[in-house]
């Protein structure tokens, strides 16, 4: 069965299919408005949410189908202790498709291990967010024409962003994709997604102290959000909160073509008086969410049966009761997921669920 946990479970090809039938979606759309008549999709969202959660609903909505689900899981039968692994299953029996947000990371791949319908991780964590993958993709494709090639500045909070870890991995499938990423010393980019991913294919990056020093070299300007809600120290948040802000000053110095992209919600690092140039992408790029969602689901509950397109290997899992994942917000250091590792291309052993390095 095809879920989708980490962007790289959907082949280079999978991937253009998805983004190829939401652009045809949004060109005639009245074909797909009953294609999806009769089938259920659960919104499972143990984190909050506007543009995921109520873009998964329209989608559905769109396509003619139903949605069920929680926003809040506190008036579910989670408060009485129940696991990710047991909702999931109970859901299976009232829907056909499941989208989850959750803040244990790894908790949809572990979700997978027992269900019995294709699920969509709609984010765990600061680990992976892929559908706002597939919507930065077809963002880029439609403000652009093309994502080879591109030149890209991922600013703010690289470090809890999930939004950026999931689009660097997706980016490697492209060719000659230059990435740039700015951000404090305390924010900066993962290891895993340097080493094990930029390193690995040969994606070139580099690490830039100004936004102004590359405004003019990059095609696409990601901004985000430092993630307030992931930090455990309150000053170390206090201290870097407002460190890049886009202003129309700095639009100046960017190309005529630019886009900038925003996964949203924004706080304040672009300031409003940019909303009105036309290189602002980001309120577009929420309408570009729905579509591809539509896409998303449609295809997987395609592929649901089809043995061409099932999930790729993650490689041979190490169980090993006497290591512990180091990460207090992994999956299997909430849940009494069992110790279940993997080891990198470079003899690293990180955890199955997370991609924590495990010591
Ligand atoms: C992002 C998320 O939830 O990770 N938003 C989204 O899904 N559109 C970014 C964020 O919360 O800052």
């Not at 294609?35 to 969202?45: E, I, Y």
């Not at 579910?76 to 947000?101: H, L, N, P, W, Y």
């Not at 991922?154 to 809890?160: A, H, I, Q, V």
């Not at 660097?168 to 094990?196: C, G, N």
Request: charged share 30%; with cysteine; glycine share 6%.
């Amino acid at each position: 069965m095809k879920h989708l946990i980490d962007p790289m479970d959907l082949s280079r090809q999978e991937t253009d299919e998805i983004i190829t039938l939401a652009q045809d979606i949004i060109a005639h759309r009245e074909r797909y408005q009953g294609s999806m008549s009769h089938r259920k999709l659960a919104t499972l969202f143990y984190e909050p949410s506007t543009r995921t959660r109520l873009s998964f609903t329209s989608a559905m909505m769109e396509l003619g189908g139903n949605v069920l689900g929680f926003s809040d899981a506190k008036s579910t039968s989670v408060s009485k202790g129940e696991t990710v692994q047991d909702t999931v299953r109970v859901v299976g029996c009232f829907s056909e498709i499941i989208a989850m947000r959750h803040h244990i990371e790894g908790a949809q791949l572990y979700a997978t291990e027992v269900s019995k319908v294709p699920i969509i991780n709609a984010g765990d964590g600061s680990h992976s967010h892929p559908t706002q993958t597939l919507t930065d993709l077809l963002t880029i494709k439609r403000e652009l024409g093309h994502i080879e090639g591109i030149t890209i500045g991922f600013c703010g909070d690289l470090r809890f962003g999930r939004t950026v870890h999931s689009l660097i991995k997706a980016l490697t499938r492209y060719s000659d994709i230059k990435i740039v990423l700015i951000a404090p010393d305390e924010l900066k980019l993962p290891d895993y997604i340097k080493h094990d991913i930029c390193d690995k294919c040969g994606m070139s990056y580099r690490e830039v102290a100004t936004m102004e020093e590359v405004m003019p070299e990059l095609d696409i300007l990601y901004m985000t959000r430092v993630q307030k809600e992931r930090f455990l120290d309150e000053d170390e948040f206090d201290r870097v909160k407002d460190c890049f802000v886009l202003d129309t000053a700095k639009m100046a110095l960017a190309k005529e073509k630019m886009a900038v992209l925003h996964p949203l919600p924004r706080v304040n690092e672009i300031l409003t008086e940019v909303d009105n140039d036309p290189r602002a992408a980001y309120f577009r790029q929420v309408e570009n969410g729905k579509f591809v969602r539509e896409a998303l689901m449609v295809k997987l509950l395609e592929w649901e049966n089809d043995p061409a397109h099932g999930m790729p290997s993650r490689g041979e899992p190490i169980l090993d009761s006497s290591l512990r994942c180091p990460n207090s917000k992994c999956i299997c250091n909430c849940e009494h997921a069992p110790g279940k590792f993997r080891r990198t291309d470079d003899g690293i052993l990180r955890c199955w669920y997370c991609d924590h390095k495990v010591k």
